[in-house]
């Protein structure tokens, strides 16, 4: 735990007792500075990236590893740290005079769940390297793609772009990548993260290396688990039998782990207590989906898609027994300013990326097909809580 959290933690004393004091350090979508026993993975990072030590650009990578593994929490922190050794700054990487000769090239971090487009690819990382203002509209894609190349025609260590969750079912598809990946200058290098094995994903034509990430033996994620405890919980609010519980029904995903200790705790604050008991944690587990989708996926969706996944968490079962029920039920809603059509719309589009799910119904006694239902493919609590908090 670094100073500035434990004296956080002191301060809160004075508030009185509570169970929750940072829901940000249970948060399963949000990184530490420093990855729990992650230490083999940094290390084979740090191998590949080696040459930017001497003031060279490594080769274009691929990092692989199933949903959870930390591929994720890895690659940010690690170029959060890289990057702090670039004297190219934001304030002189743009201007014709430099301040002072760069050592490494740039670091910059860019999430394909957030970035849709060409533009906002380009965009995020011109604004990156810059201290200036990029604007977001006004401008071509163009514009920004020359901007981009001669802002690094005046480096001379170039930049090396990590480029997150490539491939996801809503996002951009491989062939789309490697035509913006083309589009860069030629002293840039790209690390792309994804889940796919790189026999299947043919941005590994491209590369020079694979660089595969495990799931978390289970060792290690109850260290995780109980180093996140520590940061966001009172003191022995989680024990270690409660941990290993989680980390044992997680198999291996971090991800999970983290959502199901962050539900626990959400559930055990919300009944007043200090400590979290085993009804919490099964209370937890059972909210997950026999498949879930990772929560930064769901937060990631647009507003108005987000507005529709909260309304249909807070339905009654019985409003959630067909689509055409659900679609009715989320529409009425006053502070819903969508169409019923629009509303039943994101509904199947959110299934066909797997955000949602349409099961069929059990089978009435009316004649013809019987009707489907919208399940989650995440746990309610988690995203709703979440939701909250980035109000």
């Known amino acids: 735990m670094d100073i500035d959290a434990r004296i956080k933690r002191r301060q809160r004393r004075s508030e009185g007792p509570r169970l929750v004091e940072d829901y940000e350090s249970l948060s399963p979508v949000s990184h530490v500075d420093e990855p729990s026993d992650r230490g083999p993975i940094l290390e084979r990072l740090l191998d590949h990236l080696d040459p930017v030590f001497d003031g060279q650009l490594p080769p274009n990578a691929y990092v692989s590893g199933p949903f ?4 994720s929490a890895v690659v940010t922190a ?11 700054t934001r304030s002189v990487i743009h201007t014709s005079t430099r301040a002072a000769t760069p050592t490494t090239p740039a670091f910059v971090y860019v999430d394909m769940r957030e970035t849709t487009s060409e533009f906002a690819f380009y965009h995020g990382v011109l604004d990156a390297l810059v201290d200036e203002s990029v604007p977001d509209h006004g401008i071509s894609t163009d514009e920004l793609s020359d901007r981009l190349h001669e802002v690094l025609g005046r480096s001379r260590t170039g930049v090396v772009v990590a480029v997150d969750h490539v491939c996801e079912p809503e996002g951009t598809d491989a062939a789309a990548l490697v035509d913006l990946f083309a589009g860069l200058p030629s002293n840039v290098s790209w690390l792309a993260i994804g889940r796919i094995p790189p026999e299947e994903i043919p941005l590994t034509e491209y590369t020079a290396t694979e660089i595969r990430v495990d799931r978390y033996r289970r060792e290690m994620l109850v260290d995780l688990l109980m180093t996140r405890a520590s940061l966001g919980l009172t003191r022995q609010a989680l024990d270690h039998e409660q941990a290993r519980r989680i980390a044992d029904w997680a198999d291996g995903n971090a991800h999970d782990a983290m959502a199901a200790l962050f539900v626990a705790a959400d559930r055990a604050s919300r009944a007043d207590r200090t400590r979290i008991t085993e009804s919490e944690v099964s209370a937890a587990i059972d909210e997950f989906p026999r498949s879930s989708v990772s929560l930064g996926r769901v937060l990631a969706l647009p507003a108005n898609k987000q507005l529709v996944l909260r309304k249909l968490v807070a339905l009654d079962p019985d409003e959630r027994a067909s689509v055409t029920a659900t679609t009715e039920a989320i529409s009425a809603d006053p502070s819903v300013d969508l169409s019923a059509g629009t509303v039943k719309r994101y509904l199947y589009e959110m299934a066909e990326v797997g955000v949602v799910e349409r099961v069929q119904s059990e089978v009435t006694n009316e004649k013809g097909r019987p009707p489907s239902r ?7 609590t988690a995203f709703s809580r979440l939701s909250e908090l980035e109000e």
């Open 374 to 380: 919208v399940e989650l493919r995440f746990p309610p």
């Open 78 to 88: 690690l170029f959060a740290h890289l990057d702090q050794l670039s004297t190219e």
């Open 68 to 71: 959870g593994s930390g591929k």
